[in-house]
């Protein structure tokens, strides 16, 4: 079983990245499977990976290369007895250390077990600010790296490319670079493969890291479940789209250099629409996605943004969906789920995460 591990900051692209390569892995014949490594306690990506042929498991509630230790070794020993993939490719939380998370696994006993190279990837546009808002998280995560590899350059000038190449190469000139656009898969992208495919060497141990707490970054996941009503994709898509640019906006006032993600997805009777917003300075993304049969009605939030305090970031969050959802006359349930850590547990991977579940219900006549 070979893993990889494909790493990178909040909204480097790492689920574009991971689904383009999982599907040339499956078309090649390759049983794949993925593990999603979530911030927040609300999975979200999961779905959107999922493939024939492609098996994926989601790990919320935490970071695995610090407080999920144990829940990642239980789903790797689980898949390799009950699905046996050739590859396991493992997207951690994008404040998670790649090469503390290849350690853990080292150690877990699993059988006939081979590391591809760890990949950190970079969104050029945002790396300056990445660098000045959490320069030792970042410096960790490209020093940890044996491929970097500069996404979305097809939106991002070419002079801030070459120097987000120059500032990579001085902090770790031992790793390759690769520049390419993982959403249009291009001629850079399959040298990423030809990467993947050689095996990755193992670097000297660190000292253990807690990456929740060297992040800086706040993080808050809701699950609203909506009663059905009559809502078009282009009603969903608009919807997505202005709750995504007024949280941008309430944040930006608080920090008008903040870096991180909030994920929106929305599932409707026929149809799926996700979105997502990067940095103070990014345009919202926005996608349609093809026509499925949903039986669940719902909408997933996924937040982590870096220095803003964790009350705030609910409250604007909180505030601007709950009060659009009234406004377009959904009827809906919320599901949070907070949990309580111990710092030193965390760092050892000795305890899982207490959940506590919080449900709230909002009728039209509330």
Excluded: W
């Amino acid at each position: 079983m070979k893993v990889m591990i494909i790493g990178g900051f909040l909204g480097s692209g790492k689920t574009t990245t991971i689904l383009k390569i999982s599907r040339q892995l499956s078309n090649a014949g390759k049983k794949t499977a993925i593990i999603v490594n979530e911030i927040g306690e609300i999975g979200l990506d999961g779905d959107i990976l999922t493939r024939p042929g492609i098996v994926t498991e989601e790990l919320t509630s935490g970071c695995i290369c610090c407080t999920l230790r144990i829940s990642m070794q239980y789903t790797l020993q689980t898949l390799e007895e009950e699905f046996m993939p050739d590859v396991v490719i493992i997207e951690p939380t994008g404040i998670a250390f790649p090469g503390q998370i290849r350690e853990e696994i080292e150690t877990m006993g699993l059988s006939e077990l081979s590391f591809a190279p760890i990949v950190t990837l970079i969104d050029p546009g945002r790396f300056g600010t990445e660098a000045k808002q959490i320069p030792r998280f970042i410096e960790t995560q490209i020093k940890d790296a044996e491929v970097l590899c500069i996404n979305k350059i097809d939106v991002t000038p070419i002079e801030t490319v070459l120097a987000a190449e120059k500032m990579l190469y001085e902090m770790n000139p031992e790793a390759h670079i690769l520049k390419f656009s993982a959403k249009h898969e291009d001629e850079q992208f399959e040298k990423l493969l030809i990467h993947l495919a050689v095996p990755g060497f193992k670097k000297p141990s660190q000292e253990k890291k807690n990456s929740i707490e060297l992040s800086e970054v706040s993080a808050y996941s809701a699950l609203y479940t909506l009663e059905p009503r009559e809502f078009s994709p282009e009603e969903s898509v608009r919807f997505i789209e202005e709750n995504l640019q007024t949280i941008q906006d309430r944040v930006r006032e608080l920090n008008p250099e903040f870096i991180g993600h909030v994920k929106l997805s929305m599932k409707l009777p026929k149809s799926a629409v996700k979105g997502s917003v990067t940095s103070s300075k990014e345009v919202p993304q926005v996608e349609l996605l093809p026509a499925l049969e949903n039986e669940n009605i719902e909408l997933r939030l996924l937040s982590a943004i870096t220095k803003v305090s964790k009350y705030k970031l609910i409250e604007i969050i909180e505030s601007t969906i709950e009060g659009n959802l009234k406004k377009s006359g959904f009827v809906f349930e919320k599901e949070v789920h907070e949990h309580g850590t111990d710092a030193h547990a965390e760092s050892h991977g000795e305890h899982e995460n207490e959940q506590i579940c919080k449900v709230n219900i909002y009728r039209k006549d509330d």
